[in-house]
């Protein structure tokens, strides 16, 4: 039930396409919603996040879509550039308790 | 703003030995979290303090794994009788209490190499 499941494992993606990245959870008690980046030899760091009260939330080229019936959550990035390619994670939290993440997707974006 | 800070980057040792790793947090988080990532995984958490109280611990942790945050400052993670299933990144975050976003501050992570 602490799981987070992400698909797909890896994503290669042309200069200006779009990048989704879909997950899911079964634990209805994760409140926070959180999308990491982690480029090689660093440590992860918050791309953005989102509460299930809204559906969706964007910042800048990222947006995160929610779907609380369905327990599924989606990340978006638009107009995919080459510094994009790194490993992306979702992950999930309970009133900001301990963050389990996902497996990760590892994005290339080819120019 | 220094972020998080973890020593040593990188360490090899053979089987059967102790290691030891540590984690200097942003200094003003109250919450500080350790990590275990391996080749094409996601973090994995193992275990969490709130100032020096230890709030929680995996249970998919061996008794062989102990952490500290004595001071409520740094924390240490040891592992005991290292094996080669220990191999892995070791990483550390932090996270503020107080007005708290969610957000961990992770370190670039301790490698540990268990020949």
């Known amino acids: 039930q602490q799981q987070v499941k992400q698909s797909p494992q890896s994503l290669i993606v042309q200069k200006g396409g779009i990048s989704i990245i879909n997950c899911a959870y079964e634990?209805?008690?994760?409140?926070?919603f959180p999308w990491y980046q982690q480029f090689p030899g660093k440590g992860p760091a918050l791309l953005i996040a989102?509460?299930?009260?809204?559906s969706e939330k964007k910042e800048g080229r990222f947006t995160i879509s929610f779907n609380k019936s369905a327990k599924q959550f989606s990340l978006h990035i638009m107009d995919s550039q080459p510094g994009d390619s790194a490993t992306y994670f979702c992950?999930?939290?309970?009133?900001?308790?301990?963050?389990?993440f996902g497996p990760g997707t590892s994005l290339s974006v080819i120019p | 703003d220094t972020g998080v800070s973890q020593d040593p980057r990188h360490k090899i040792t053979k089987r059967g030995q102790n290691v030891t790793f540590r984690c200097d947090p942003i200094?003003?988080?109250?919450?500080l979290y350790w990590y275990r990532q391996t080749l094409g995984q996601g973090p994995e958490f193992l275990t969490y303090?709130?100032?020096?109280?230890?709030?929680?611990k995996s249970r998919l942790l061996s008794d062989r794994f102990s952490a500290e945050r004595p001071k409520g400052s740094f924390s240490t993670l040891e592992i005991q009788r290292t094996e080669q299933g220990d191999s892995a990144m070791y990483l550390c975050?932090?996270?503020?209490?107080?007005?708290?976003?969610?957000?961990?501050?992770f370190g670039e992570g301790s490698r540990l190499t268990v020949l």
């Open positions: 975050a932090s996270s503020r209490l107080a007005g708290n976003t969610g957000e961990l501050f």
């Open positions: 634990n209805t008690a994760f409140d926070y």
């Open positions: 989102i509460r299930p009260d809204v």
């Open positions: 992950a999930a939290s309970s009133s900001y308790d301990k963050v389990i």
């Open positions: 200094s003003e988080h109250n919450r």
């Open positions: 303090f709130q100032n020096e109280a230890q709030l929680e």
